[in-house]
């Protein structure tokens, strides 16, 4: 699409991962079995009736403590919960699964290789779409929206989950960058679209806040998992908050409507 189809259009920028589909209920599925291996390896079980938290705790601690942020290495984890399993908490098993690797953990090197194998592979299975979301990329995409996904992942993964759930087509293009305040600006000002501009996602810290800064109409979708660094909702302040995608549409589609109203449009 040039430059002079974009002029006069609304710009919506999206989110992919948990706020068009699934990654957190892929995750979900990966870390428990990651659980259950590391309990059969160790003879222990953990006594949370809440699994997956007891999981995500160590999870987020090794998060925060690593250089590559929720990219570590997946067998850090199982080590980690090799240590809280044994009895330490949440942040002393991910400090020592850093920094002892698997030399104390009991596991064996070859074991822990065999689970973080199977970890990636229940990791690349194919999310499913969100509640809402074709409904509400189908009629954005109908009231003449200019669709821009947004992610700080990989942009083919992006492109290949959305052509096997037929959403590609709805797309102007998929942009891989981290979210930033100059990042929306920048978008903006090459697109040369009508204002204002809005942004979905289902993050506060990294969709909604830069996103706020930048001067765009936030809609915020929070997603079931909410990492502890998360900001205060109150605190960030989106202007919209929403349970479903196309409720998020509906809010767009109705500013469109009331823009072109006061310019004599139909």
């Known amino acids: 699409m040039t430059e002079e189809e974009h002029d006069g259009r609304r710009i919506a920028f999206v ?16 870390q428990l079995n990651l659980l259950e291996s590391i309990e059969r390896a160790v003879g222990h079980s953990t006594a949370r009736s809440d699994r997956l938290s007891f999981v995500r705790g160590v999870d987020q601690a090794l998060a925060e403590q690593h250089h590559l942020g929720l990219r570590y290495p997946p067998r850090l984890l199982a080590i ?23 030399t104390s953990s009991g596991i064996d090197p070859s074991l822990v290789e065999q689970i973080e194998r199977e970890f990636v592979q229940y990791i690349r299975r194919m999310p499913d779409l969100l509640p809402g979301v074709r409904n509400g990329l189908q009629r954005l995409f109908d009231g003449g929206v200019l ?32 979210k930033s305040e100059r990042l929306f600006q920048r978008v903006q000002k090459l697109a040369r679209v ?3 501009a ?3 996602g289902d993050q506060l810290q990294r969709d ?15 997603s079931r998992f909410r990492p502890q660094w998360e900001p205060d909702e109150a605190a960030v302040g989106p202007d919209y908050r929403v349970e ?12 469109n409507q009331q823009a072109g109203s006061s310019l004599g449009r139909p």
């Open 208 to 222: 909604i806040a830069p996103a706020k800064a930048a001067g765009l109409v936030t809609i915020y979708i929070p």
């Open 80 to 102: 980690g919960i090799a240590f809280a399993l044994r009895g330490d908490e949440a942040g002393t098993a991910a400090k020592r699964a850093w920094e002892e690797r698997s």
């Open 15 to 30: 989110d992919a991962d948990n706020t068009l589909w699934d990654t957190d209920g892929v995750f979900a599925v990966a």
């Open 198 to 200: 809005f942004m979905i």
């Open 194 to 196: 009508r204002l204002p």
């Open 147 to 178: 669709i821009l996904v947004l992610t700080e992942g990989a942009r083919n993964r992006v492109i290949q989950t959305a052509d096997q759930h037929g959403l590609n087509q709805f797309f102007d293009r998929v942009i891989e960058a981290p």
């Open 244 to 255: 479903q995608f196309d409720q998020g549409a509906d809010i767009i589609l109705a500013t």
